[in-house]
C-alpha cells in the first residue's frame, strides 16, 4: 500500500554536511526524512521555487526527454530501505506498456516536482522509526552547530 507524501522542505544537517528532505504524508502526520546531498538539494529547491534556470539542468532535461518521447510519468515511488539506503521507481507509461525507472529518491522527487506527478511512498518503510530519528536530530541540535554565520 502506498501513501501519498508531499515535500515539506529542506534542511541543512551540519554535523554530516548533508541535506534532509523532509515528505510528509499529504493526508496524515507521517514524516519521512530523507538524507541528500548540495546538488540534489538545490533541484529541489529551483523546482520547488519554480524558478526557471537558462540552460536545462539534468532533472529539466529527463523531464524534456520524457515530454519529447511521448511517454508519460504516472508518480514516483519510494519502494524500500536497505540498509539505510533508500530506492524509487519513476512510473513511465506509452499508453500501452508500463516501464519503470529505477532512480534515487532524491532524483525522483525533483522529476516529481517537475512534471507534477504524485510523490508515493510504500507505508511498510513510513515507520515511527523515520520520525524519531528526525526528532532525535533536531532534538539533538545545538547553536555550534549551525557554525559562524557572519
Known amino acids: 500500500m502506498f501513501l501519498e507524501m508531499k515535500v515539506e522542505g529542506l534542511l541543512f544537517d551540519p554535523k554530516s554536511n548533508m541535506y534532509i ?3 510528509k504524508e499529504t493526508e496524515g502526520a ?18 520547488l521555487g519554480k524558478v526557471a534556470t ?14 519529447g518521447l ?15 539506503t533508500y530506492y524509487a521507481l519513476i512510473y513511465l507509461t506509452d499508453g500501452h506498456r508500463d516501464t519503470l525507472v529505477d532512480s ?36 539533538n541540535l545545538k547553536p555550534e552547530d549551525f557554525g559562524n554565520i557572519m
Open 21 to 23: 528532505l523532509i515528505l
Open 30 to 47: 507521517g514524516t519521512l526524512p530523507i538524507w541528500i546531498g548540495k546538488p540534489e538539494a538545490d533541484s529541489i529547491a529551483l523546482a
Open 54 to 67: 537558462p540552460r536545462p539542468l539534468t532533472h529539466d532535461l529527463i523531464k524534456n526527454l520524457i515530454d
Open 70 to 84: 511521448k511517454v508519460k510519468a504516472t508518480k514516483v515511488v519510494i519502494t524500500e530501505i536497505v540498509d539505510n
Open 104 to 139: 534515487r529518491p532524491s532524483d525522483a522527487v525533483s522529476v516529481a516536482l517537475r512534471l507534477n506527478i504524485p510523490i508515493l511512498v510504500e507505508k511498510t518503510i513510513l515507520s515511527a522509526k523515520a520520525g524519531d530519528e528526525l526528532d532525535d536530530w533536531l532534538k
